[in-house]
């Protein structure tokens, strides 16, 4: 079984459902049956994730992540992320300086390395531009990415090394979504992902931070049993994110089958109730949805 539950649900300058980061966990059974998932794997985690996974650990099923009232850093064995900005990667800090002092004796004095995962620019990018002014010195040392998770740079250039496996049976393919661009479409880069039960041969969509872009991700749309997409509730000239206006361009059949998530915090406004009807709906924070069975 895999599951998602979103931490939060909003966009970058949400204040109601803090931002917009994704757990997913693999179970060989189901979270009914047992204590924690076999493995797992965190979406993004931006400035608001720590307050985010604080309140996650409280909710019935997510005792796992719960050490005493603090969050077990522990607890979250693999991170990817899809860009590089502060709602998708704001709290790595915190998460990488916890696991490896509050948790050294897990790993001697090197603390605990969950596995980090994107595209090798992406990676690149985040300690030269984001992390390295934080977490670049240790006692002693100047430090690297390595110092704090088992990094795993995707080719991103349609190889088999563009895709990693949880529990061996769900594949986790990365495509560029065009988000923000230079010059050129997809020369920032940004990723979603593209999920398979490589038993069933299900898959589900995760859009990540994207413009609408139908005809690129058409064939994945139409596979999809489960869509999860960003939104922006309003329009504006040149979005960076999906407008609302624009989903609706889709076919009947798919928009029943999307939830939409990072919306902002007017989503319960009665404009919007025809969401409720005419998509999967809005995403909800901090419940638990079942992907595949």
Known sequence: MLTITFLGVGGAFAKRNYQS????????????????PDDNLLIDFGSTGPMALH?????????????????????????????????????LEELAFANRFMYASLNGDTGFRPQLISSADILERLWDHS???????????????????????????????ESFDLLKGYRFSIFSTDHLSIRNKYDWPSLGLFVTDTESNESAFYSGDTKYDFSAYETMLRQSKMIFHDVQLQDQPDPVHALL????NMPPEIRQKTHLYHYDDSWDDPRFDSVREHFAGFVAPRKRYIIFE
């Not at 390595?146 to 795993?152: G, I, K």
């Not at 206006?245 to 609706?248: D, G, I, R």
């Open 21 to 36: 980061n994704a757990l997913i966990e693999a179970w060989t059974q189901s979270p009914n049956a047992q204590v924690e």
């Open 131 to 161: 992390l390295k002014g934080g977490l670049g010195v240790l006692k002693d040392k100047s430090a690297t990415l390595d110092d704090y998770f088992d990094v795993l740079a995707l080719a991103g250039d349609g190889s088999k090394s």
């Open 245 to 248: 206006s624009e989903l609706w």
């Open 55 to 91: 309140d996650l650990k409280d909710v019935d099923g997510f005792e796992y992540l719960n050490d005493d009232g603090h969050i077990r850093f522990p607890s979250i064995k693999r991170i990817f992320i899809s860009h590089q900005h502060a709602d998708h990667i704001g709290g």
